[in-house]
């Protein structure tokens, strides 16, 4: 079993920053056998998308509408992932969700995390 806990969240004006987080916890052989992180996002009446992935090999993929902004990344050390996303526009106004894909297992969402951009 694994859990994930994202934090980072809030409220921010259009063009900054905010960094999201996803730590992971629970059994530390699913934990090792976490093939890909991915962040996904969902705003009011649309249907969920995903924003971007990091595998455990480290490669790194991203929907056009953040390329450039977001970056993935992740921490070995300490079990947690992270996106960074800069320039951020009203549009990318969402709950945020981390999504683990563990090898043998089903997959681990988090409870997500509110991303507010707004002046």
């Known amino acids: 079993q694994v859990q994930l806990v994202e934090s980072g969240g809030g409220l921010v004006q259009p063009g900054g920053s905010l960094r999201l987080s996803c730590a992971a916890s629970?059994?530390?052989?699913?934990?090792?056998?976490?093939?890909?992180m991915d962040w996904y996002r969902q705003a009011p009446g649309k249907q969920r998308e995903l924003v971007a992935t990091?595998?455990?090999?480290?490669?790194?993929n991203y929907a056009d509408s953040v390329k450039g902004r977001f970056t993935i990344s992740r921490d070995n050390a300490k079990n947690t992932w992270y996106l960074q996303m800069d320039s951020l526009k009203p549009e990318d106004t969402a709950v945020y969700y981390c999504?683990?894909?563990?090898?043998?297992?089903?997959?681990?969402w988090g409870q997500g995390t509110q991303v507010t951009v707004s002046s």
């Open positions: 629970g059994n530390i052989f699913s934990i090792n056998a976490i093939n890909a």
């Open positions: 999504n683990a894909t563990v090898a043998g297992s089903h997959d681990y």
């Open positions: 990091i595998t455990s090999g480290g490669s790194t």
